[in-house]
């Protein structure tokens, strides 16, 4: 079959999104349903038809989505207000957007994020947590149990001042 | 200038320390915060400013705490209310910034009160925390809330604040975030920039040249 010619095709936008908190273990399906959701109850079906979101890729730290050309500004606002993903409490910060896939890759960091350490046990507030430390000063803590565990965002002085 | 969310919650009444909340703030594009109950200080770069909450149904109850918790050095806000009940406490000396207001009916913010915000210089604070997280009816009736303060301010011109908040780290938004979402409603790049501004301003109100010496 003979492909569109370019001046036929419809106009694509790709915007770059960080993950917070990162290596969330955001599923990149759980990632689309949370984004067309996002879209479809902010801007209603027919916008969201027309921006047609769709996740191109992700990762442990970012997620590359695609719209239609006009509909990248909304689709900001959209990813804005994404809260969860699956069941994981995530945030999407838009970083970059571009009208070609290679434009954006190269926003792409050229470092991976550093893993965070081994989790180490804490004590913070007369509880047992584990700490996972990224580099800097961020420090997310993750009481232990089997239940209902609380997720705390620290730094490194929150721990060292106890 | 300053560039600051007007509320956020660090723990223990949320999820994230004061020095992550002043951390993530600044790497965000804000140089100020405004903390319940807090003490003043610089954390990461940013400025941390204290607030004292006031939810009060009366405007002598109101009186009174502000007599009580008013130090020059703390915001004052306070839960708005019934038409009246605003007009009496935008009246009220010590008053800073009058809040949650899409939580109240649609007449109880009315051009009177507008008028009454700018000669008083009290600010009016749009919570963006049910426009990020809520969804269906509530947010819809936020948005046309706002939607209504903006064309009320437009006329009037009185300070607004821009509040997260965000109880951790998670529900903090960036500087252009903010103002794409307050486009949700119609409020200008230029009225979202002197609204993150205003908080400098609310304690330090810029008065007549006095000589000194």
Known sequence: MKPLPPTLRTKKRYILAGIEPSGAGADQKDLYYAITNAVTTLFGDVRAAAISPAVISSGPDYVIVRCTRGGEQDLRIALSTVTVSGDVRIVLRPRATAGTLHALRRRLPQERPAEPDQPQEVHFGGRLYDARRYQGQKVDVIEKGIKRQELLFLTQDDLEEL | ?213
Do not use: W
């Open chain 2, 1 to 213: 200038m300053t560039v600051a969310d007007t509320c956020v919650h660090p723990y223990p009444a949320g999820d994230s320390s004061l020095r992550r909340m002043t951390f993530e703030a600044r790497e965000l594009g804000f140089d100020t915060i405004v903390v319940p109950d807090g003490t003043p200080l610089i954390s990461s770069g940013v400025r941390v400013i204290p607030a004292a909450l006031i939810a009060e149904e009366s405007v002598r109850a109101v009186s009174g705490q502000i007599k009580k918790r008013e130090n020059g050095l703390s915001l004052v806000m306070v839960n708005a209310g019934e038409n009246g009940f605003n007009r009496a406490v935008l009246s009220l000396k010590g008053v800073h910034v009058l809040r949650n207001l899409h939580l109240t009916r649609k007449q109880s913010f009315n051009h009177i009160c507008a008028r009454l915000a700018a000669d008083r210089g009290v600010a009016v604070d749009l919570d963006l925390y049910p426009v990020i997280h809520a969804t269906g009816r509530t947010r819809q009736r936020v948005l046309v809330r706002f939607g209504e303060l903006i064309r009320i301010y437009s006329r009037y011109r009185f300070p607004l604040t821009l509040s997260s908040n965000a109880r951790s780290v998670l529900d903090l938004r960036s500087v252009e975030e903010i103002t794409l979402l307050c486009s949700l409603f119609g409020m200008e790049e230029d009225d979202v920039q002197a609204a993150l501004s205003t908080v400098g301003d609310l304690l330090n109100p810029p008065g007549p040249v006095r000589v000194v010496a």
